[in-house]
């Protein structure tokens, strides 16, 4: 499966960004996806997933209560709302796809199959 991320752009603290990852050459419903996200000069971290399906899903602690992960299984889209941005969320963001992720596995950054190419987000203060 080939993932395409889009979305990402400039925005004050407090604003809102949709992130998508579309996908093709498969469904999306057959993986478990995730997002995660890379600041200059750190690791790479883990956000948000979700099960095969759509179903469960799991975020950091960092994001509960601000960012949503949801899918349009229509569209093959997997979609990242991040409300009320922090400029600690600045971080180039990245889409995962796995076929065989569990629950309890999805918070780990190692195992994904696929990643898309990644989508700058910016939070200004």
């Known amino acids: 499966v080939q993932l395409q991320a889009s979305g990402g752009g400039l925005v004050q603290a407090g604003g809102s960004l949709r992130l998508s990852c579309a996908g093709s050459?498969?469904?999306?419903?057959?993986?478990?996806m995730g997002w995660f996200r890379q600041a200059p000069g750190k690791e790479r971290e883990f956000v948000a997933a979700?099960?095969?399906?759509?179903?469960?899903?799991v975020y950091a602690d960092s994001v509960k209560g601000r960012f949503t992960i949801s899918r349009d299984n229509a569209k093959n889209t997997m979609y990242l709302q991040m409300n009320s941005l922090k400029p600690e969320d600045t971080a180039v963001y990245y889409c995962?796809?796995?076929?065989?992720?569990?629950?309890?596995?999805?918070?780990?950054?190692?195992?994904?199959?696929?990643w898309g190419q990644g989508t700058q987000v910016t939070v200004s203060s």
């Open positions: 050459g498969r469904t999306l419903s057959q993986y478990a």
């Open positions: 979700s099960r095969r399906s759509g179903g469960a899903t």
């Open positions: 995962a796809a796995d076929a065989q992720k569990i629950v309890s596995d999805l918070g780990r950054i190692n195992g994904w199959d696929y």
